[in-house]
């Protein structure tokens, strides 16, 4: 398997000003009941996956095209219906209305993916462990329970092959000060938006 393309970071940046989109960048409305706005989210959540080519092993690529393949699931309800699905929230009322639910659970895998790199970053950058230690903290709180076993042995082996902390941060950028800087202020965006579409997807009108 081919690795993947390494990503050039601008002199001065970090990786994460490579991303396409931050969630930093997604616009929430507020009164709207905190609707996300639709393509700036898939765009935010393709670009995180960069980040497991930055992990360095081909272990990730089954976690990485599992996430991917969310997006897409989601993505074509959007182009499918782009009226009735320009905030997330509302592509998943209204595909829900017609019987199907693909985009929907798609979000719902999507967005346990999401809490899960969200929660192994933060372990970790607020700490001093190891990668392999904060991913297995945060499978074992988030991921884990709705895995098959054989998922299972897919995640431990990609979590294994995480590389030494001062490896990964330094390829996140030459000042170690910014790149944790811009990296808590991602993954509190990434909090933010994890947190009200857990509550939407556990509310009612999510349900199928």
Excluded at 44 to 53: G, I, R, V
Excluded at 138 to 155: A, D, Q
Excluded at 181 to 208: C, H, M, Q
Aim: aromatic share 10%; charged share 25%.
């Amino acid at each position: 398997m081919a690795a993947a393309a390494v990503v050039q970071i601008p002199v001065g940046a970090t990786f994460l000003k490579t991303f396409k989109k931050s969630f930093v960048d997604v616009p929430i409305d507020a009164e709207k009941g905190n609707a996300i706005s639709t393509a700036e989210f898939l765009e935010a959540a393709e670009s995180l996956t960069t980040m497991f080519d930055v992990l360095g092993s081909i272990a990730f690529t089954p976690v990485k095209t599992d996430m991917l393949g969310n997006v897409e699931k989601i993505r074509k309800r959007m182009l499918a219906a782009p009226l009735a699905s320009q905030n997330i929230q509302d592509l998943v009322r209204n595909e829900l209305k017609t019987k199907s639910h693909t985009a929907t659970e798609g979000l719902l895998w999507l967005v346990r993916g999401l809490e899960f790199t969200r929660i192994a970053l933060s372990k970790n950058i607020n700490s001093t462990e190891e990668l392999a230690d904060s991913f297995r903290g945060s499978y074992s709180e988030t991921l884990m329970r709705h895995h098959s076993f054989l998922v299972k042995r897919i995640f431990s082996a990609a979590m294994g092959a995480c590389p030494y902390r001062k490896d990964f941060y330094a390829k996140l950028g030459d000042d170690e000060q910014k790149v944790q800087e811009e990296l808590r202020e991602y993954l509190a965006a990434l909090d933010k938006i994890v947190y009200i579409l857990k509550g939407f997807l556990e509310s009612k009108e999510a349900k199928w």
